[in-house]
């Protein structure tokens, strides 16, 4: 039976708590979602008509039509298709791609769709309905996004999918349009949409929002420059959004325990500040021992948390993690979600345990950065290059664990949060997911350290939880959907970690192991424990290396969808800060 706990700041897990401070555009994005779930609706062809041959993009789940793309390209246009939980395509002009800063002339139109996605070449019938917009904005040198939903986008997920945007193509964040072409053809007008406010730059509502349009040939946009994002909590959302947990997630008893507490206490900085960068937050990391200071580099953000008495005394060397999260500066909200979320490493950090650095773009390549960020950081804190470690969660977590690849002689172990026990197959996954034969083989050359923490609960979006797939049981740590997926991602994973690689009949065997923390997590382990830790029990399993060694540590915690969790930040410090890098001869050394 759950009880109830009571504990500070409890009632922020009530989603009634941040409507104040959601963007004003979401009235008028619900008002034309429902309006193209009910009239605009992208049909799906019949069955006989459907293509099948093109580009397929398992996590965009859309085809692509080569000819298409090509079509675009010779008018000037890059095409880029993904997903972040809805699919989005995005159309920018190939004069832009590659461009540095945020302070270029390209405006951004964003389009919201709804279409039946039975029909993988959904995203190409997107691109033909709004052919005249896409040929405007070629001629004008501007970027168009597209957000397809299927069902109703009740998360407003389209706010997410433009930050990732911005980021990967360096867009203007002071020219970004809405088209609301739609409402005008429905016989309505903006004045006219039941809760939606319009506000000029210094946040006066506008009488009449109507007279802001801006008209095109084929279409009617709405600048929302600085008026789409929400000042609301990531935490929050992901304690109730469906897509974040399986069937067997019980949320009320998460928010009723430890574990709902110490989020609770992070979430407060979301709720009370508007700005990473406000004077009292300052004040309050601090007061606590640490000290938050915001850097650029190449025209990107990135902030460091440093032991005050560190800035005094640059004698003795500190070890840093490294934390992929965003934290740009055309949302100076963003940073204090990154904060929130990692709350426990920057009570770390003030306790002189380590240093932190926050830093994180939307691609492979351009994270690369942080090794010359890494450079700076050197000359401003007393680092010891030999511990430095680096975590990311979800496609974060996918970008720590690149970088450490790319950068094996500067990492000395990694924590991916919410990301899969196994490697998955390239053949199932595609962009930054996709990871290689030669990826792997290159983990496998040198022997980095690395924890995998999920929740117990996560739902796999590529996958989803399918209780009647044969070897999937409900509930299953995030799922896949057959067990040959499964076992082949386990497989890579130990492959890259220098681990013997177990058998298929070994996996399958788990199933009915009489080791516990195996039959939970359905693969093989060296060495197990069950650790009940925040009010929940957490599956810890240790996989002994070709050298003899336990340096790959997977972690289930119990009853967690996909989020950054306290236990997460904790159990990820408590294994990486046993190693160091030998940084002559590049290998290992375990401290403790």
Not at 59 to 75: D, H, M, R
Not at 362 to 389: A, C, G, Q, V
């Amino acid at each position: 039976m759950t009880g109830t706990y009571n504990y500070p700041y409890k009632e922020l897990w009530d989603t009634e708590a941040w409507k104040d401070r959601n963007s004003s555009i979401i009235p008028l994005a619900m008002w034309m979602d429902k309006n193209n779930i009910e009239n605009n609706r992208i049909p799906a062809k019949p069955e006989s008509e459907r293509r099948t041959q093109g580009n397929y993009d398992p996590k965009a789940k859309a085809l692509t039509f080569p000819e298409t793309v090509e079509y675009w390209k010779n008018k000037g246009m890059h095409y880029h298709s993904t997903s972040m939980t809805l699919p989005w395509f995005a159309l920018v002009p190939e004069e832009h791609m590659g461009v540095q800063g945020y302070d270029d002339n390209i405006d951004t139109v964003i389009v919201l769709v709804n279409a039946d996605q039975s029909d993988i070449s959904f995203g190409m019938y997107a691109l033909d309905s709004y052919s005249d917009l896409l040929h405007e904005a070629a001629d004008k040198g501007a970027a168009v996004l597209f957000v397809i939903s299927d069902k109703p986008d009740t998360g407003n997920q389209y706010i997410s999918i433009v930050q990732e945007a911005i980021i990967l193509f360096h867009l203007n964040y002071r020219r970004i349009f809405l088209n609301v072409s739609s409402v005008y053809y429905a016989g309505k007008d903006l004045k006219s949409i039941p809760g939606f406010s319009y506000h000029d730059n210094h946040g006066n509502t506008v009488a009449d929002p109507d007279s802001m349009i801006v008209k095109w040939y084929s279409s009617l946009l709405l600048e929302i420059s600085g008026r789409w994002t929400n000042k609301d909590s990531l935490l929050c959302k992901s304690m109730y959004s469906n897509s974040a947990s399986n069937l067997t997630y019980d949320r009320e008893s998460l928010l009723n325990s430890e574990a709902g507490r110490k989020m609770a206490e992070a979430m407060r900085f979301e709720y009370e500040f508007d700005d990473a960068k406000d004077p009292a937050l300052l004040q309050i990391w601090e007061d606590m021992g640490v000290r938050c200071e915001f850097h650029a580099k190449n025209g990107e953000q990135w902030i460091s948390f440093v032991p005050v008495n560190a800035h005094n005394d640059q004698k003795e060397k500190l070890p840093c993690m490294c934390i992929l999260q965003e934290v740009n500066e055309f949302d100076p909200h963003q940073a204090v979600t990154a904060f929130s979320f990692y709350y426990e490493y920057i009570k770390l950090a003030a306790t002189g345990e380590c240093m932190l650095l926050f830093f994180a773009l939307e691609s492979l390549d351009d994270n690369d950065m942080l090794h010359e960020i890494l450079k700076d950081f050197e000359t401003l804190y007393p680092l010891d290059r030999s511990r430095i470690y680096i975590t990311g969660h979800s496609h974060n977590g996918r970008f720590a664990a690149e970088y450490m690849r790319r950068h094996q002689d500067e990492i000395a172990a990694v924590a991916t949060l919410g990301n899969e026990p196994g490697q998955l197959s390239p053949a199932v996954t595609s962009g930054f997911f996709q990871i290689s034969d030669e990826k792997i083989a290159l983990q496998a050359s040198v022997d980095i350290p690395l924890i995998n923490i999920s929740g117990f609960n996560e739902r796999n979006t590529m996958f989803p939880l399918n209780s009647d797939a044969p070897h999937v049981r409900p509930g299953q740590w995030v799922a896949v959907d057959t067990f040959e997926k499964r076992s082949d991602s386990w497989q890579r994973r130990l492959k890259s970690a220098r681990c013997p690689v177990s058998t298929i009949d070994e996996i399958e065997a788990t199933r009915k192991s009489t080791d516990y923390v195996e039959r939970q997590l359905g693969f093989p382990a060296d060495k197990t424990e069950v650790l009940f830790l925040d009010g929940s029990e957490n599956y810890i399993a240790d996989v002994k290396n070709s050298d003899g060694n336990y340096h790959l540590r997977i972690v289930a915690l119990g009853n967690m969808p996909h989020t950054v969790t306290p236990a997460m930040i904790n159990l990820s410090w408590s294994f990486v800060r046993r190693f160091a890098k030998d940084l002559k001869e590049n290998k290992c050394i375990e401290l403790y």
